[in-house]
């Protein structure tokens, strides 16, 4: 079968996670500033579409090359065999972008790059003027950095943040795979508590279930591969099959979610039962301050509103310090709050045990780490 360069892009600070990821699914890679780099076929395509948590998209790499004119851009470009990925009637529109590089001008090296494809394909296919572009899409992207030439095909479709639970999101939501992503970071596993204290709409809660109960997050989905001609949709079949067997629905799971706006915890409850995950959070209307547990070696996970509107501020900064206070008898229990706020620790009231710089969108935020007692080893068993 066909090899791939292919490529997992992420948002930056992450993309150790998803080498992490793919070397768990047998996958060797190398990682990068926002992104892996993997070789693989089909299946190696699929599953990383069907299970990868934390990445945006997986790509083919179809060429790189140096380029500093435009002649040298749709050259090469036009030197690729194009006609192995893209039918004729294919459609393919082209992205890019261009950091530190001679060929600056975004728009112009699109407008050669496709001109460069057309030719490639008007050749091959015989078919002078303007090809059809009615069949199906293949996304593809011209990206420069340093006069360096990447050129790749989308593989993924919609990011692979839409796993298709949400049915409604509330005000500022977490994207989906960035909040697998901060549950990774954390100790949190599956035999133990699971706390969110601002839940919102639920997706810490509903990606931590989806974590315990081993769901690939892209089982509900279809990929854009899989509209292509070429591609053998039985390979997609087999490997949801065999995803499906994985699943582990027999596990206990103390995972919940509260919200002082009933409204949210409504939209919880509704994407939880999209999930097929209702059974396995509990969602209540409560307020932060009532919270009070005596369960041990808990995760907490948070990420209460930043206060980035005129006069949110001082209420955001009066809930810090409730969670400082509210959360710390307990000492066996890590805590680990999301905000953009870099003076969270004083309202909060300590500082925190670890900080990591990560990126929701394009806001630069803080994960707050507040790392519990460890639990006590288990004696070992005598032979």
């Known amino acids: 079968m066909k090899q791939f360069k292919l490529v997992a892009t992420a948002a930056s600070g992450i993309e150790?996670?998803?080498?992490?990821?793919?070397?768990?699914?047998?996958?060797?890679?190398?990682?990068?500033?926002?992104?892996?780099?993997f070789f693989g076929?089909?299946?190696?395509?699929?599953?990383?579409?069907?299970?990868?948590?934390?990445?945006?998209?997986?790509?083919?790499?179809?060429?790189?090359?140096?380029?500093?004119?435009?002649?040298?851009?749709?050259?090469?470009t036009k030197a690729i065999p194009w006609e192995d990925l893209l039918p004729m009637d294919a459609e393919f529109p082209v992205a890019g972008k261009s950091i530190k590089s001679t060929l600056y001008s975004v728009p112009d090296c699109q407008a050669i790059t496709k001109k460069a494809i057309v030719n490639r394909l008007s050749e091959h296919y015989s078919r002078y003027g303007r090809l059809p572009e009615t069949g199906a899409k293949f996304p593809i992207e011209v990206a420069l950095l340093?006069?360096?030439?990447?050129?790749?095909?989308?593989?993924?479709?919609?990011?692979?943040?839409?796993?298709?639970?949400?049915?409604?999101?509330?005000?500022?939501?977490?994207?989906?795979?960035?909040?697998?992503a901060i549950i990774k970071l954390t100790t949190w596993r599956k035999d133990r508590p699971f706390y969110d204290p601002v839940c919102g709409s639920g997706t810490f809660c509903i990606e931590a279930a989806m974590i315990g109960r081993n769901l690939a997050p892209g089982y509900n989905r279809q990929f854009l591969i899989e509209t292509w001609s070429w591609f053998d949709k039985s390979i997609a079949t087999t490997l949801r099959a065999e995803a499906k067997e994985q699943a582990d629905y027999d596990c206990e799971l103390d995972i919940t979610?509260?919200?002082?706006?009933?409204?949210?915890?409504?939209?919880?409850?509704?994407?939880?039962?999209?999930?097929?995950l209702g059974d396995s959070i509990t969602f209540k209307q409560m307020n932060l301050t009532d919270f009070n547990t005596t369960k041990e070696y808990?995760?907490?996970?948070?990420?209460?509103?930043?206060?980035?509107?005129?006069?949110?501020?001082?209420?955001?900064?009066?809930?810090?310090?409730?969670?400082?206070?509210?959360?710390?008898?307990?000492?066996?229990?890590?805590?680990?709050?999301?905000?953009?706020?870099?003076t969270f620790e004083s309202h909060y009231g300590s500082r925190a045990t670890k900080k990591r710089k990560l990126y929701n969108g394009a806001l630069r935020t803080d994960l707050f780490q507040y790392w519990g007692k460890r639990p006590p080893r288990q004696p070992r068993k005598e032979d």
Do not use: H
């Open 16 to 37: 150790a996670l998803v080498g992490k990821e793919l070397r768990d699914l047998g996958i060797e890679c190398e990682v990068e500033n926002g992104k892996a780099i």
């Open 41 to 76: 076929d089909m299946s190696t395509i699929i599953k990383a579409n069907l299970w990868l948590r934390t990445a945006d998209r997986i790509k083919i790499i179809v060429g790189e090359f140096e380029a500093t004119t435009f002649e040298d851009l749709f050259e090469q």
């Open 146 to 180: 340093k006069d360096k030439v990447t050129l790749t095909l989308d593989t993924t479709g919609s990011s692979l943040f839409k796993r298709g639970y949400r049915l409604d999101k509330g005000g500022a939501p977490l994207k989906e795979n960035m909040a697998a």
């Open 257 to 276: 979610g509260t919200d002082i706006d009933p409204k949210m915890i409504a939209i919880a409850k509704a994407n939880a039962e999209q999930a097929g």
């Open 298 to 342: 808990g995760v907490i996970v948070a990420n209460p509103p930043y206060g980035e509107r005129l006069g949110e501020e001082e209420a955001v900064q009066r809930l810090y310090k409730e969670m400082g206070k509210t959360y710390k008898p307990l000492d066996t229990w890590s805590k680990y709050i999301l905000t953009s706020d870099l």
